[in-house]
């Protein structure tokens, strides 16, 4: 295990090492960011000024030296625009998006597992294609315009939940949330079932998939044997047996809604750190974009070592090595 350990955490590094290549050369061709911090009149004494002050003047290797010895360091640069430290601003911001990934994820699992399980379990029946039918329907809708029409229906038509914002929030493990009090939780509603929706459909699916391959082990039919009841013969040895593959796509799934959940988090106005990303592009606020990016790669592979980890756990079969 210690061996493992340690060559995952060398894989890792060099991970990072590589985006952190990738984002530099890809920040260095999206223009130079002076012009953005600079006035309309400024002259060009001015804005040679700005890109000393920026470190901007010196060669692209000692820029990137200068940007690998600063991440080193734990110093991801200031924000251009809001003139505080980029990761403050991620820090305070990623609170927001895991609110709606949690609650997103939490109604894809109870809605999935059981539908996932009663069409696996029973492929020929009508409910098992109206199931599959949904998922398709589920993974075709566009994130953005399922927003639009449940702002549309809930929102504007049956004034049941807010359209857009955050609602008010409460100090919670040194974090500012918003589902302890109702209000805070009628925000969050339309934004997490937005997000689930096509998280909900692929796992459903997924399950169905690795339940059809489950239910024809002899396991199944021993258990069966036994006089073991359906819910057992189901949930006890189908499920467990079939959650492999449910664990690797529920964590790249995961890390993939905190990551990429920009569209929702726009058309909800929800302040998290996916609209941080929008608004920081817009704005050409390089230091943000970076310390996004590296946040999000660094998420993605504390998010694979974990699978990996789990993987022994549900299935001893499975070495580590």
Known sequence: MLGYLLKRLIQMIVVLWAVSVL????MSFTGDPTYMMVPLDATEEQIEQARRLLGLDDSHLVQYWR????LTQGD?????VFRQPAMQLILERLPATLEIVALAMAIALVLAIPLGVYAGANPQR???????????VGISLPGFWLGMVLIFVFAVKLQLFPSSGRGPTQEWLGMRVSFLSWEGLRHLILPALTLSVGTL???????RAEMM???KQDYIKFARAKGTDRRGVLFKHGLKNALIPLVTVFGLMLGDLIAFATLTETI?????????LVDSIYRGDRPVIVVYLMFVAFMFVVVNFVVDMLYALIDPRIKIK
């Open 67 to 70: 940007f690998l010895s600063s």
């Open 76 to 80: 991801f640069g200031r924000s251009f």
């Open 201 to 207: 459909a692929i796992l459903m699916r997924i399950i």
């Open 268 to 276: 909800f106005a929800w302040p998290g750190i996916g609209k941080l």
């Open 213 to 215: 391959e489950v239910m």
């Open 126 to 136: 009508a409910g098992s294609r109206a199931v599959m039918a949904g998922s398709l």
């Open 23 to 26: 984002v530099f050369v890809m």
